[in-house]
């Protein structure tokens, strides 16, 4: 087992595949890296309408 920085490209590999195959929920602890992942492959798929509905989740000031 690798430490969890490096099971990054991994888990982002994982949810590139995910949302390939239509997945509508993600969970993730690297919020930023996903956010950018899901919305490359959503790009990729067109998938447009749901990627803005991505981008108003992703709060940096917020705390989860």
Do not use: F
């Amino acid at each position: 087992g690798q430490p969890p920085a490096g099971r990054l490209a991994g888990t982002l590999a994982v949810t590139s595949r995910l949302i390939m195959e239509g997945a509508s929920v993600i969970r993730a602890h690297d919020i930023p890296e996903t956010r950018d992942v899901i919305r490359s492959v959503m790009h990729l798929v067109g998938h447009n309408e749901r990627v803005s509905y991505l981008r108003s989740l992703y709060r940096p000031d917020k705390t989860w």
